[in-house]
């Protein structure tokens, strides 16, 4: 039997949910939510229309040992929505981690971002010294998310969507942890 979840990743309580790591059971709501293209147009690596299998080793790579990104579920099980949306880390040299994050749209305006983040900082699991994101610009809900968060804004730059197929216009926010 293969095992569904990653082991040496914490379990992160954050009041109206939790944070967990996906599971082979998240892939048909994984598959629903990034299929959207407000989701995929929001994110630098979700494409739009999402190819089949995407979703599948999206969550088998998140259980492989030696990974680079660590991923949380935001699952709000016990209020009648299992999957809210996805929270991420990469892993990036000198104690520093890259967050990433995005919410089923049914669930936007909910504070369900702010929450995941702050729940995601104050836990630190990887133990980073900074943590780093980027937000699209014409996103400006994500960057209040991070000010929010104690990520302060420290340049523009550009990312690349993949879903856009093209060059995006970013904010970059480091926040520093300890």
């Not at 598959?31 to 630098?44: E, F, I, M, P, Q």
């Not at 809900?141 to 968060?149: E, F, I, K, P, T």
């Amino acid at each position: 039997m293969k095992q569904d979840t990653v082991t040496d990743q914490p379990r992160i309580e954050a009041g109206r949910f939790v944070l967990r790591p996906p599971r082979r059971g998240d892939i048909g709501l994984l598959t629903l939510y990034a299929g959207d293209a407000r989701v995929a147009k929001g994110s630098r690596s979700i494409q739009h229309p999402l190819p089949p299998g995407v979703v599948e080793a999206f969550v088998a790579r998140a259980a492989t040992p030696g990974r680079v990104e660590d991923v949380w579920i935001i699952d709000g099980g016990e209020h009648g929505h299992e999957l809210l949306g996805v929270i991420s880390l990469t892993r990036m040299d000198r104690g520093q981690a890259q967050l990433g994050y995005w919410v089923a749209p049914a669930f936007w305006n909910t504070g369900i971002a702010s929450e995941a983040v702050l729940a995601l900082v104050a836990a630190n699991p990887l133990g980073n010294a900074e943590l780093f994101a980027e937000v699209f610009q014409d996103n400006p809900a994500s960057a209040r998310v991070l000010v929010h968060a104690g990520f302060a804004y420290i340049g523009d730059a550009e990312a690349h969507s993949v879903a856009r197929g093209a060059n995006v216009p970013t904010w970059t926010y480091i926040r520093k942890m300890g």
